[in-house]
């Protein structure tokens, strides 16, 4: 993976841990100050609160300066419907992601309906294939199956090593604010940055089980843990950090969350961080719909795994190269591509380098 896209993913899971831990519910017991707003965090994350079902989104602003491949912000929007299928079955989502970072904009997709797996670039999709469904499907389930104690049917953060209220510091109390449709309390405090990196450490670890087999299938290189060099760099370039949360006033469930991140690179570590001098990190993540049925359908017209393998590499997810070979069918019900059109396909993804324009011109010779 580029460089940047390396650093840029640290930024990326320091910011996207905060909300799945918040989204999760449970943790530790000790609120930290705050009077009435530190027992509303201990209700909102001391206990399950399990959510079956609903509609995220979520919005991610980055402003690096510094970076040479950042001129303007990256601005990510993720929205989708999610549904459990209980116990340790991977649920089904539909989830899209909108990425603007000054170039053409490009929406990347990723579903799991009915126990199969696809991926989309500019609306084609692509279907990820029986084994990788399985190595998804099996690592979800002992990932679970480790972390739930055979008396809890919800397994808490605390399972997986994860308290927020470790991190969250100094609550006060916002007042009530209606959030899609329910009413909630806002509270917001500062972030314990190392707390907060030694919870992000835990659940890389933790997610291991669920990534180490479809990233082998995939090329896709997923980090399992932040070196302790790592940590003290991250927690040294946040200057400021804060976290707004907006709880449900009759259930004490999540329904909010914004996350608030400002960096100040030191000078002796602007070398290893690829130039970044200082920098931005907004997130904003509403849950909806909470526990209503959700459809869950998969795409039309998905296409080969080799042309999945080629689009992932030119975005820095994958190899870059297909070892599939060309023209092999895939999961019944989706439609291949010839050999001649994959591999034109390929060497225009490979001429597209970063342009996102051009990746998303390629997609004609799929057509």
């Known amino acids: 993976m580029p460089r940047r896209l390396r650093l840029l993913a640290v930024l990326l899971a320091v910011a996207a841990s905060a909300t799945g831990v918040a989204a999760c519910g449970g943790g530790g017991d000790n609120a930290s100050g705050g009077g009435d707003a530190g027992a509303m965090l ?42 459990s299928n209980g116990g340790t079955t991977l649920p089904d989502f539909a989830l899209e992601l909108d990425l603007n970072g000054g170039t053409s904009p490009v929406t990347i997709g990723a579903t799991f309906a009915h126990g199969v797996g696809y991926l989309t670039l500019e609306g084609q999709a692509f279907a990820l294939g029986r084994d990788i469904d399985a190595s998804f499907a099996e690592g979800y389930r002992r990932a679970r199956a480790d972390s739930a104690s055979s008396a809890k049917a919800v397994p808490s953060l605390s399972a997986l090593g994860v308290s927020p209220l470790t991190w ?56 399992t843990r932040l070196t302790a060099a790592q940590r003290d760099a991250i927690a040294r370039s946040v200057s400021a950090a804060t976290v707004d949360v907006w709880t449900g006033t009759a259930d004490r469930t999540l329904r909010k969350l914004s996350l608030d991140v400002r960096i100040a690179v030191p000078t002796d570590l602007q070398a290893r961080a690829g ?70 396909y390929a060497r225009c993804l490979d001429q597209a380098g970063d342009d996102l324009a051009k990746v998303q011109r390629c997609g004609e010779l799929l057509k």
């Open 42 to 83: 201990k209700a909102t994350f001391g206990t399950a609160h399990p959510i079956r079902s609903g509609s995220v989104d979520a919005v991610l602003v980055a402003d690096l300066q510094g970076l040479p491949s950042f001129s303007q912000p990256l601005n990510l929007h993720l929205s989708g419907p999610f549904q």
């Open 168 to 223: 969250l510091k100094a609550p006060r109390a916002r007042g009530r604010e209606d959030i899609a449709g329910t009413q909630t309390d806002h509270i917001s405090a500062a972030v314990d940055v190392p707390r907060l990196l030694g919870d992000l450490n835990t659940l890389l670890g933790k997610a291991r089980s669920v990534t180490q087999a479809g990233g082998a299938a995939t090329g896709t290189s997923v980090p």
């Open 275 to 344: 130039g970044l001098r200082s920098g931005h990190i907004a997130l904003q993540v509403t849950l909806a719909a909470l526990n209503r049925p959700q459809a869950i359908r998969a795409p039309s017209g998905a296409r080969s795994l080799g042309t999945l393998r080629a689009a992932l590499g030119q975005v820095g997810l994958g190899s870059g190269a297909s070892s599939a070979t060309p023209g092999t069918a895939t999961t019944p019900g989706t439609s291949t591509t010839p050999a001649a059109a994959q591999a034109g």
